[in-house]
């Protein structure tokens, strides 16, 4: 709640107000209603905090330096799964970035 109070003001004077419009430009699209949008970034945002409430837990219970490797192997397997999944090409380049990455 504390955290709200202080990032909402200061997201509106970063980011200023262009999230309105986003917003019902993506629902007059047809692609989403106001309530299935309103939906997900609710869900968004629960999970990324629930996701980070089990990082600190983890964090507590584990060594700092696994609690960082254990980091390091979930985004290696999310950007394999993501290619896997969304049948993203692969050039060299990106090859070379994602593993550098």
Request: glycine share 8%; charged share 10%; no cysteine.
């Amino acid at each position: 709640a504390m955290s709200s109070l202080i990032l909402i003001p200061m997201t509106l004077a970063v980011e200023g107000t262009g999230f309105f419009p986003a917003f019902k430009e993506a629902v007059s699209s047809g692609a989403f209603t106001n309530k299935s949008l309103s939906t997900l970034l609710a869900l968004s945002g629960a999970t990324y905090y629930l996701y980070n409430e089990v990082a600190f837990k983890a964090l507590g219970k584990v060594n700092p330096v696994t609690h960082a490797v254990g980091n390091t192997i979930k985004r290696v397997v999310i950007i394999v799964a993501s290619v896997i999944a969304f049948k993203t090409p692969m050039s060299t380049g990106s090859i070379i970035g994602s593993s550098i990455a």
